[in-house]
């Protein structure tokens, strides 16, 4: 979800026994076109900026979502966390990143008042605008940067998964977290 140009996907793949079995969805259509001409043997579509996805209740073994909640609206995040639920399957994992409270370190030397006294009130700052991909959405709000704190992932949107795996600034300055649909 959120594949992009293919950036993880066309590495995945390589070490996928079954070539035939990795879905790619991303909002930005220019992405998935390019993904099509040069990443053989990912299904890749287009997908719309809310649920639902084309996929079938309990599609899926692993989703993994590299900088995709990053970039959402706290409603839209929780919007598409229940979608994840619904196309994986029982027993399946959810694996995606956030910006952490320790992202903030290394994005903000100097610090930032104002997005880490949201993240103590709130454990959420979804304030900050990003326009990288208005170009290719309908919605010029819909895209941010978003910082989550690890107990929000926690008690909010770990509220309906197995809470598994956690791991502060895994690439840089994002957080990876895993979920287990119970």
């Known amino acids: 979800w959120g594949?992009?140009?293919a950036r993880v996907s066309q590495h995945v793949l390589n070490m996928l026994e079954d070539k035939n079995k990795l879905y790619g969805i991303d909002?930005?259509?220019?992405?998935?076109?390019w993904c099509k001409e040069n990443v053989?043997?990912?299904a890749?579509?287009?997908c719309q900026l809310k649920p639902p996805s084309a996929f079938h209740d309990e599609s899926f073994d692993v989703i993994y979502a590299y900088s995709v909640l990053t970039h959402l609206?706290?409603?839209d995040a929780k919007t598409w966390l229940e979608e994840i639920r619904r196309i994986l399957k029982p027993g399946g994992f959810f694996m995606f990143t956030t910006l952490g409270s320790s992202s903030l370190t290394w994005l903000f030397p100097q610090g930032n008042p104002d997005i880490t006294s949201r993240l103590i009130k709130h454990g959420i700052f979804d304030e900050a605008k990003n326009d990288n991909i208005d170009a290719v959405i309908s919605d010029q709000n819909y895209?941010?940067?978003?910082?989550i704190t690890d107990d929000y992932v926690k008690k909010v949107w770990g509220e309906r998964f197995?809470?598994?795996?956690h791991e502060t600034a895994f690439h840089f300055y994002q957080d990876i977290?895993?979920?287990?649909?119970?």
């Open 3 to 5: 594949c992009g140009a």
């Open 177 to 182: 977290h895993v979920f287990r649909k119970q």
């Open 27 to 33: 909002v930005d259509a220019r992405a998935i076109q």
């Open 73 to 75: 609206r706290e409603q």
């Open 40 to 42: 053989p043997n990912l």
């Open 162 to 165: 197995l809470y598994c795996y």
């Open 44 to 46: 890749a579509s287009v």
């Open 143 to 147: 895209y941010r940067n978003t910082w």
